[in-house]
Antibody, heavy 120, light 113 residues
């Protein structure tokens, strides 16, 4: 069955960097688009980034563009999110999510998330 | 950006009764070339990630009980839960995937009366 396991979260000071990972299994990782979606504590869901299966299509939300980089290693079936210049408003649970296709845009399966706290 | 607005923000329904959650998009999310509405519904239980319930506004995901149904077109959509069960207590989100950035409604918290 599809499994997505995020890691790499933690407490980090404003302006610092963090890299999240999402280990995928149970499906043909290289043929699906993958997303990051975040949820601030007690708040709703916010889409962050999309990376297509062959990495030719990359999109970011305005709130993270220029600071975050989504990438993937299909040989390791792992999705990444490099987060630079972190701000307090980036504090959230970060979920990786599998697209139903390459970049259809809805989320068939979600991981359990990893918590990022940006605080001095 | 497409703004998704859900109503109500919270809802209390008796066991066995019907729950209705509305979602309104700021622009039409009906794609005329394929006549599909680019709308999904998710359920998020406390401490869990969201779970896909409905896509294309009315197609139930595999394994989702048939008491969950979606309807609507264009800008106005509804998630209906018939015969509410205790395990349906959750926050429900609509999401448009017609255009990026993909956007969610603010969520509707469903409780048992």
């Amino acid at each position: 069955q599809v499994q997505l396991v995020e890691s790499g979260g933690g407490v980090v000071q404003p302006g610092r960097s963090l890299r999240l990972s999402c280990a995928a299994s149970g499906f043909s990782f290289s043929t699906y688009g993958m997303h990051w979606v975040r949820q601030a504590p007690g708040k709703g869901l916010e889409w962050v980034a999309l990376l297509s299966s062959d990495e030719d299509y990359i999109l970011y939300s305005d709130s993270v563009r220029g600071r975050f980089t989504i990438s993937r290693d299909n040989s390791k079936t792992t999705l990444y999110l490099q987060m630079n210049d972190l701000r307090t408003e980036d504090t959230a649970v970060y979920y990786c999510a599998k697209d139903i296709e390459n970049r259809q845009g809805y989320f068939e399966k979600w991981g359990r998330g990893t918590l990022v706290i940006v605080s001095s | 950006d497409f703004v998704m607005t859900q109503s109500p923000d919270s809802l209390a329904v008796s066991l066995g009764e019907r729950a209705t959650i509305n979602c309104k998009s700021s622009q039409s999310i009906l794609y005329s070339s394929n006549n599909k509405n680019y709308l999904a519904w998710y359920q998020q239980k406390p401490g869990q990630p969201p779970k896909l319930l409905i896509y294309w506004a009315s197609t139930r995901e595999t394994g989702v009980p048939d008491r969950f149904s979606g309807s609507g077109s264009g800008t106005d959509f509804t998630l209906t839960i018939d015969s509410l069960q205790a395990e349906d207590v959750a926050v429900y989100y609509c999401q448009q995937y017609y255009a990026t950035p993909y956007t969610f409604g603010q969520g509707t918290k469903l409780e048992i009366k």
